[in-house]
């Protein structure tokens, strides 16, 4: 397995506020990307903003351990002005502003969970309540009696499903590199994860999702870690995004190719429209060029009404149709430079970029830029962030270093 080699030392054992205090900022969290369908919208709205005002109210303090956080700003200061300009209306507009401030107080969550209790405390915080939810949402997709790109599960869609899966298995293959051979932490938990992700991803008919999924586990146990380390920098996670989106639209004659068809038909399971997507994609250039600089704002309908269903089909174009080249190229700005700081990197987080480069392969054909990779986004980039954390005598650094920690021992 291509990964860094554990740190050998105990776990470490959390007073009971130490515990309330991790538990309440993932509970946070969690509560700002995910909508449970037992929810009415109205209180899930409510319920959102709420423990959006929470995060930054709470962990505001560790904003400067957050790399790039003012581009993080400047994100929803445009996608907010780019609405606004659009036409969007008030309400619209103000549902983009809560879009942007939710991102921010995902980084800042994260941010201040590697603050106080290293990298291997955030990650193992997160994981376990975000292994619940998964767990009970898998429950729902395999006592559905029928799936397809309709259903709604206690998460969402089953493209919801697939994303918090391949979270998941990033962050579990992170936690793994940094101790393993534990009753909670070993490499058997990982590959029976991986295959029960498979199963309910295959039940769920999210071939797409599943693909991105694997996508990432190979990135967790087969990709070195120097080219890991590389494809870590935001100027490589852009180029790919860029690389892999004028290769897809380009090569529309690829559709002609038997071999192109055969993996279309037979592997995701599509027709060759790509389940009505063409369509949609030979619109775009219309409806883009009808709106090339500000799109038309968050919650809009314009391919609905132009193809008469859908969205965009692709993460790039849906944020040029919603915030236009504006829009485009402050999403850019924002992913370059939280994943390109110039400190240290630590190198037990590079596995956690196999969610977002999963999510690339996604985006060629789903909208998968939503608040998801936004959460994927503020966990890698928080992670890879190796900065000294401080206490009372000074910079402790080592990820496996805790201040106040009532006792360390095994599990």
Not at 141 to 159: C, P, Q, R, T, W
Not at 310 to 339: D, R
Not at 355 to 371: A, D, R
């Amino acid at each position: 397995m291509l990964i860094s080699k554990p740190t050998q030392g105990t776990l470490p054992i959390y007073t009971a506020k130490e515990s309330f205090d991790r538990f309440s900022i993932v509970v946070l969290m969690i509560m700002t990307v995910y909508k449970f369908a037992f929810l009415p919208t109205a209180l899930a709205q409510s319920v959102r903003c709420g423990a959006i005002a929470l995060l930054i109210i709470n962990c505001f303090r560790s904003i400067s351990r957050v790399p790039g956080i003012g581009w993080v700003f400047q994100f929803a200061v445009v996608i907010t002005v780019c609405t606004v300009f659009a036409g969007g209306g008030p309400q619209n507009a103000l549902y983009a502003a809560i879009l942007g401030l939710n991102v921010a107080a995902l980084f800042l969550g994260f941010a201040q969970l590697k603050e106080k209790y290293g990298l291997f405390g955030a990650l193992s915080s997160l994981f376990w309540p975000l292994l619940l939810v998964c767990l009970a949402n898998d429950f729902v997709v395999f006592a559905a009696h029928m799936n397809n790109s309709e259903s709604s599960y206690l998460i969402g869609n089953k493209f919801s499903t697939g994303d918090i899966h391949s979270l998941l298995i990033v962050v579990y293959g992170t936690l793994l590199a940094e101790r393993h051979g534990y009753v909670v932490y070993n490499w058997g938990i990982f590959w029976i994860f991986v295959v029960e992700t498979v199963l309910v991803l295959i039940k769920a008919s999210a071939m797409t999702a599943l693909l991105g999924f694997l996508l990432a586990v190979a990135v967790v146990v087969v990709i070195p870690s120097k080219v890991k380390s590389y494809c870590s920098k935001g100027a490589a996670y852009i180029g790919v995004l860029a690389i892999a989106n004028i290769v897809f639209f380009s090569s529309g004659m690829m559709l002609q190719n038997p071999y192109v068809q055969s993996f279309i038909q037979d592997v995701l399971g599509r027709s060759l429209t790509m389940t009505g997507r063409t369509p949609i994609y030979d619109s775009l250039g219309f409806i883009i060029g009808a709106s090339p600089y500000v799109g038309y704002g968050y919650g809009n309908t314009i391919v609905e009404r132009v193809v008469g269903w859908g969205n965009a089909q692709n993460g790039v174009a849906e944020i040029v149709v919603m915030y236009g080249l504006v829009g485009l190229v402050s999403f850019g700005l924002m992913v370059y430079h939280v994943l390109d700081n110039k400190e240290k990197r630590n190198e037990k987080a590079l596995s956690l970029i196999g969610v977002l480069y999963g999510m690339i392969l996604t985006s060629l054909v789903e909208v998968s830029f939503g608040i998801a990779f936004f959460f994927a986004l503020a966990v890698a980039s928080v992670s890879l962030h190796d900065v000294c954390r401080w206490d009372e005598t000074g910079c402790s650094g080592d990820v496996s270093c805790h201040v106040g920690l009532g006792a360390v021992g095994r599990i």
